[in-house]
């Protein structure tokens, strides 16, 4: 008995171990390249490029905040994309064409992304469909309302003061949208690292048949975090039609591969029970840096894909090697 | 372990460190001279950097465009000190928020000068007059901006363009006024305004000269050929009395060109807005009719000429039309064709056509 607590208390401080030490590396690289790119450029290091890094950020870090709850529970949201894209239209639509005020036409459009979380979490959490089908699927009929709606027109003609909005700040050092990605940011993990149901989500992930058995009513913890994921993701696609002026069917198209990427760099693992939102937002960080600098020396798009897709496997493979090593 | 991380993080620096290597250099020291009336214009003899930022990295439409910008380079470097063309685009122009970055941080690189091609004619509007305000110039090309608030607009009209491709399918091809049957339309997307212009004018022109004739809708192919080709496909087989068939953009036609070679319904007769080297061929051999060329050549040349100016105090037309020309089989081996050709494919010759 106290040596099965033993063990368990080591292999909880291994894991505790583990992730602390790529949140170190990851925090290094991101580093690293603020560095590199202060150096190799005289535009980087300025408050305004801050000021840019910031709201290029706001939308990519909401939604990998979203992925990193459900990467956490072993499974893989595809379908943030669409969301984004329907909630600016459906948005945008109530405030151009019906004419409802700002904070009921938001209100409705968070409605969107809880409406498809809905979606998701049944189909995955008790359909018992993987993860990735299911997302998928519900990413082609989201993308597709998304254009049915209005012939795949955009919208605009927005009222003033969402653009504004979007591009105003505080100070002109931190964007609106950026205080409300941190803000969102911040509660997560308060809600993650400190709730029974963030231990939950960790417990689904890591073997639901486990915390079935200890009593966690997993098909329910598992439906709550897409409705979640997708009342997050609704947010992100207001932050997006704010940026963007408009109701735009196909943005945020393929917005999910980012947060993937943010939430694997950041530690976690696709097979689940593995996570944290710090360092998935260093993840979201350290991409959004290295496609900023990247662009600010000049050098060529296609590099830059190439070399995102280098520090990508770069990072997972530090990971990956790490955990063998501990394990052995 | 430990060794092990740190020589993959310095791998990862090194990887960053090589392409620094291959940057293009970036403006150095900028004099900004105020004029006359209060605007400040940047008097840069030690070299000159112009970025292009096209709606996407798809299609061969920006590498021309990109091949007349440097072009113009080429020929105005000596004068400014060297002027670098960079080139950026998001990799789909479905993506319109990242054109909003690619502006943004331009003016954080300190750029001289902006051509850019909106993939909206909305979305990038704050950016474009934040840079502007900064004071980077910039002209937008192909798209125009709603405002019109950049320092220039030089594009082809589309609705036009079209207008005349079909005015020109219904005189020629068919039979005036009196032409009976059905047209189709393949259109790369109905969200950015070149594409809907283009749609919108060739319908335009089709109700115009061909008033009996009746549409059967769009189709939107994402510029996949491969997509275009089964969307054709099952057009031709939906509609028994289809006549024309109209392919917005190159690769829209590559597909629709393999759809009818593949169905065989070689007395479906098409046209289209650009061209390349297959399309010529076919029109060769009577299966393209007619394509609406733009000048994407002249486009980057005139735009970059343009930046220059605005950057030595003058003044340039707020909007101008940077024409078409409509190709046709009968015309295609003319000087003024080959020219309109040579927008596309550099250093075009007839003979290049010729199986």
Known sequence: MVAQRNTERTSNSTKHHILKSQLATILIILALLIVFFAIGSEGFFTIKNCYN?????????????AQTFVIITGGIDLSQGAVIGLTTVIT??????????IPIAILLGLLVGVIIGVLNGLLIAYLGLPAFIATLGSMSVTEAIALLVKGGKDIYNLPQGISEFAQQGIGNVIPNIAIIMIIIAFVMHIFLKHTCFGRYIYAVGSNEQSARFSGVKTKSVLFRTYVLAGFLCGIAGIIMMCRMSG????????????????????????????????GAMVGAFIMTILANGLQIMGVSSYWQQLITGIVLVGAVLMDTMRRKKNLN | MKKLVSMISMLLVGSLL?????TSSNATTEQSVETSDGTLVTNNKDGVV????????????WSSLRAGAEAAAEEFGDEWGGITIQFDAPES?????KQIDLINNSVSAGVDGLLVAPSSPTVPHGAIVDAIESGVFVICVDQYLDPMDANAFFGTNGVQACKDLAEYMVENVLDGEESTGKYGSLVYNMTSLASIDRYDGFVEGMEAFAPQMESVGYEITDSDIAETQSIVANMIQANTDLKILFANNDRSALGTLNALKQEGSLDIKMCCVDVNLELLQAMRQGIVQACALQMPYNQGYEGVKMLLALMNGEEVPKESDSGSFILTQDNMDTNEAVAAIRQYIEGYEPDDSKN
């Open chain 1, 53 to 65: 890094i910031l709201q290029q950020i706001a939308v990519i870090g909401i939604i990998t905040v």
């Open chain 1, 92 to 101: 945008a639509m109530c405030m151009v064409d019906f004419g409802l005020s």
């Open chain 1, 247 to 278: 109701g735009v069917a196909i943005a945020g198209k393929g917005y999910q591969m980012n947060s993937i990427s943010a939430v694997v760099i950041g530690g976690g693992s696709l097979f689940g029970g593995e996570g944290s939102i710090t």
């Open chain 2, 18 to 22: 090589f392409t620094g290597c291959s």
């Open chain 2, 50 to 61: 112009i970025k292009f930022i096209a709606m996407s990295t798809a299609s061969v439409y």
């Open chain 2, 93 to 97: 122009d479905t993506d319109m928020a």
